[in-house]
């Protein structure tokens, strides 16, 4: 039975991190019904809790790992190579105006 409720309870929380607190406001029934004893509903809230939690962390690296495939897939620059970019093109900005300004000045 305690198996049953604990699968029941994973099932319908997904992948929500669930609070202990909340987990034994759950169980505290159970108690009160007279299905689980105390220690049980503890020993069961802390297991949700914890499964919960380690469900929650594996989706978000499942998350995470697509979100980088994505941005593999659609060849993104990545951010260092962006910053190196634009500090060049500021670097040839500047060359350009100096032989600009030389230029007019020889001009004149």
Known sequence: MLETMKNLMLAGLG??????EK???LMNQAVEKG?????????????VVAESKRQAQA????L??????????????P??????MSERVAKL????????????TQES
């Not at 992948?15 to 202990?20: H, I, P, R, W, Y």
């Open 23 to 25: 987990a034994m406001n």
């Open 64 to 77: 995470n790992e697509a979100a980088r495939e994505a941005a593999l897939n659609l060849n993104l620059a």
């Open 35 to 47: 299905e689980l004893s105390a220690t049980e509903a503890e020993k069961l809230a802390d297991e």
């Open 15 to 20: 992948a929500a991190v669930l609070t202990k």
């Open 79 to 84: 951010k260092e190579e962006l910053d190196a």
């Open 93 to 104: 900005e500047k060359e350009l105006a100096e032989l600009k300004a030389a230029n007019s």
């Open 59 to 62: 989706m978000g690296d499942k």
